[in-house]
């Protein structure tokens, strides 16, 4: 076959004009578009030289994105009130998801949702923040799994995938997972709620759930017996044999005087994937916690805004804190507490020393500390 001729054009921009060129695609194009030409042109530097006439020839609805940042939490930790108080306190700016379903189910609904098929989707068409756009993401935990899958012991690659994947429906309804680059994320926002508290909030996630589905039974009482009643359920469904070889054989051994012991093993293994993730990804990152908001909301708030860089233009909705001390005795947080510290890795027991440190041992004083700052 005949060699094609090589051309060379670099004598036909200028360095400034190939700067321009960068900074006015960087303004006026959607995301997957911008990380497709990047390579081609050199890093933007006049971005709000042309923002102007960017959002001019661009409307709102088609804009392009900011830079995507994670805002990571386990189920039932908190997510939609730090979303909402993140978009709420710097004057109503757009979020995103990766969950197609919350912008509605009608596709045509979604901005730019023909833009980003796979996700993120824009979850509502307020204006995009200047710099970073907090996308939810609760990445992956089983639901209704049976003890004896291997569902239930998830890598830290398959963690990272489903991270990086957005969900959308099709015309039948079914849900499609559609991955994308993980690379796009440039910072990661980690919430962490009490392993007690949260536990309750999966029970109360699943009477709902159940609540809604028309003429499926809820056998358990909503209130601390029927949680009670609820675990017992859920711990039963266990062999030794199940045991041992999701937890280990020391944390399996523990496991008999842990109330709902799958639960607690799953946000576990959660969070151990997403500090795993935090390293893989090498972006910088913020671990706030939920109850937080409740002792000191105006300094949590400035830390949120200042990791976005956003104003502080009004403020968010009331926080409404909702701890459960009565579900479990001190023997059960005992052994918890023990059960979490034989399953995590050393930062994840930094993390979570607030609620577990008085059984940690005394070695542990060295243990990494995520970023809380």
Known sequence: FPKLPKENYADYFTPGDRQSVSSFLKVLAARDFWSNMKRYVPDPTQVDKYRA??????????????????????????????????????????????????????????????????????????????????????????HD???????????????????????????????????????ITKKLLHLIRNPFDNVVANFHFSYKRVKK???????????????REWCTWLDEKYTQDDLKILYGPDAAA????????????QYVQWHNNAFRVERQLNVPSLLIY???????????????????????????????????????????????????????????????ARYIGSWMPHNSKGLDKPNTQ
Not at 254 to 264: N, R, Y
Not at 294 to 313: A, Q, S, T, V, Y
Not at 327 to 340: D, G, L, R, S
């Open 290 to 352: 939920y109850e937080d908001f409740h002792f000191d909301m105006d300094g949590n708030m400035e830390k949120l805004l200042k990791f976005f860089k956003l104003p502080r233009l009004a403020d968010p909705q009331p926080f409404h804190y909702q701890p459960y001390p009565d579900h479990f005795t001190e023997e059960e947080v005992e052994a918890t507490a023990k059960f979490i510290i034989t399953l995590a890795d050393g930062v994840t027991q930094g993390a979570l």
């Open 213 to 227: 589905q028309r003429g499926t039974p809820w056998r358990f009482a909503y209130n601390s017996d029927g949680f």
């Open 53 to 142: 006439l960017g959002s001019a020839l661009s409307p709102r609805h088609y804009g392009a994105w900011p830079e995507v940042v994670w805002a990571m939490t386990f189920p039932n930790s908190g997510t939609h009130y730090i979303v909402e108080a993140v978009t709420d306190a710097s004057g109503g700016t757009a979020a995103a998801t990766n969950y197609q379903e919350e912008a509605g189910q009608d596709q045509s609904n979604v901005p730019n949702f023909a833009l980003t098929p796979n996700g993120p989707y824009r979850y509502h068409d307020r204006p995009f923040p200047k710099d970073y756009v907090i996308t939810k993401t609760h990445c992956l935990r089983c």
């Open 254 to 265: 523990l496991a008999g005087d842990v109330l709902c012991h799958g639960e607690i093993f």
């Open 145 to 183: 799994c049976s003890p004896s899958s291997k569902e239930l012991i998830i890598s830290t690659d398959t963690f990272l995938k489903t991270c990086s994947s957005g969900f959308h429906n099709d015309k039948d309804g079914d849900v499609i997972q559609t991955p994308y680059d993980p690379h």
